[in-house]
């Protein structure tokens, strides 16, 4: 139960917040030719990425359903962003 949550927030660290605040996408982001961005359209700082990967993590931590509704929730999501996303005010989006 503690382990993924856990587990995702050392791994984040590098590619979540390092990696996102320098150049706006993690590994796999930037393989699927995604950015994260702030509403202005810039990259988020790193507060910005720390807090963005502490709501994920804390989403981890609901059973059974905070990481999924998590992940599902851009399929009605008018502006297509994660819960995550919408805490911290940015969004994903496709550059290539």
Do not use: E
């Amino acid at each position: 139960f503690i382990l993924p949550p856990v587990s995702y927030l050392a791994a984040g660290l590098l590619n979540k917040v390092y990696l996102v605040s320098k150049r706006g996408y993690s590994v796999g982001q930037g393989l699927l030719k995604l950015k994260v961005v702030d509403s202005h359209g810039n990259i988020i700082q790193m507060g910005t990425a720390v807090l963005r990967l502490l709501c994920t993590v804390g989403l981890g931590f609901v059973p059974v359903v905070g990481g999924a509704l998590d992940l599902l929730w851009p399929l009605w999501d008018p502006q297509r962003q994660t819960l995550h996303d919408k805490a911290v005010g940015t969004f994903v989006i496709k550059t290539g």
